[in-house]
């Protein structure tokens, strides 16, 4: 199991309970983002932005080129797959 596996914010689920929904590699997920959000970067402006996701929370906020480099990673470490797996059985 890896630590994190990178997404991207498509949209804002509840920002009171800071909930957004990422994508990771075409899985949508409800993830918390509490984390990354502050008073300078709002939930709302979140949108688009590269995230590292681990057990449903976006950890870090990373730029897109770190999260294609990760991902290629986790593929060659045959993480990915079960990751995805994992999503895909848990839901929403």
Same mark, same amino acid.
């Given at each position: 199991?890896?630590?994190?596996?990178?997404?991207? $914010? =498509? %949209?804002?689920?509840? *920002? +009171?309970?800071?909930?957004?929904?990422?994508? #990771?590699?075409?899985?949508?997920?409800?993830?918390?983002?509490?984390? $990354? =959000? %502050?008073?300078?970067? *709002? +939930?709302?402006?979140?949108?688009?932005?590269? #995230?590292?996701?681990?057990?449903?929370?976006?950890?870090?906020?990373?730029?897109?080129?770190?999260?294609?480099?990760?991902?290629?990673?986790?593929?060659?470490?045959?993480?990915?797959?079960?990751?995805?797996?994992?999503?895909?059985?848990?839901?929403?």
């Amino acid at each position: 199991m890896c630590l994190g596996i990178p997404g991207q $914010i =498509v %949209s804002v689920k509840d *920002p +009171i309970r800071h909930l957004a929904v990422v994508d #990771v590699s075409g899985i949508q997920r409800d993830v918390n983002v509490a984390c $990354i =959000v %502050s008073d300078d970067r *709002p +939930i709302e402006k979140c949108i688009g932005d590269w #995230v590292l996701v681990h057990v449903g929370f976006a950890m870090s906020r990373i730029d897109e080129d770190e999260a294609a480099e990760t991902l290629k990673i986790l593929e060659k470490l045959g993480e990915v797959e079960e990751e995805l797996e994992a999503m895909r059985t848990t839901g929403t």
